[in-house]
């Protein structure tokens, strides 16, 4: 019952780009990645080129054209009941130089290393997240699956309560994203 609730909630909160980390028994990596990415712009894209180096320190410095660097003092207001794809999609959109980052260690290993993955993530109510999940197994199994599965476990996502509108509450919702990551052309 407990499966249920949280397959359900994590459907009504990420909406159809996204699924429960959850496997039902005969599900795959393809069907998964043709309902992941059935808009082409729901797909988060990564490409370099072998022997490109991202230093690990500079991952977190993203400073460019339109480029907002906002500082928050003092409390902040209570959290939001739930969280909203908007929100999630913000933070992994905020981390693709780390998946890059990944990607490149991996080019160097295997110049030719390119594909689709689908990267899933429980994400507590403290923002923290608590389990990875990256699919197909051989991409989990490589070096770029080693180097981005931890990494994703430190990301940092917005607080919330986990109070449903039917009055439960929840401890942890799961999202999955699709990733393509090729060589720049």
Not at 80 to 89: A, N, Y
Request: proline letters at 6%; glycine letters at 10%; hydrophobic letters at 35%.
């Amino acid at each position: 019952m407990k499966r249920l609730h949280f397959l359900l909630i994590s459907l009504l909160i990420t909406g159809l780009s996204a699924t429960a980390l959850t496997q039902t028994p005969g599900s795959n990596f393809k069907s998964k990645w043709a309902k992941l990415s059935k808009n082409s712009a729901g797909i988060f894209k990564v490409s370099a080129r072998p022997g490109e180096d991202i230093p690990e320190a500079t991952l977190n410095i993203s400073f460019g054209p339109g480029s907002l660097i906002s500082v928050a003092r003092g409390k902040q207001g209570p959290p939001k009941d739930m969280l909203e794809e908007s929100d999630i999609i913000g933070v992994v959109n905020r981390n693709l130089r780390v998946v890059k980052f990944c990607y490149c260690r991996a080019l160097k290993a295997d110049p030719e290393f390119e594909g689709d993955a689908i990267v899933g993530m429980k994400i507590k109510t403290d923002g923290k997240v608590s389990k990875v999940e990256i699919e197909p197994s051989d991409i989990s199994n490589h070096k770029f699956g080693k180097c981005l599965g931890p990494r994703v476990a430190k990301w940092k996502f917005p607080r919330y309560s986990g109070k449903k509108e039917d009055g439960l509450t929840v401890k942890s919702i799961g999202y999955e994203f699709p990733l393509s990551f090729n060589q720049a052309r």
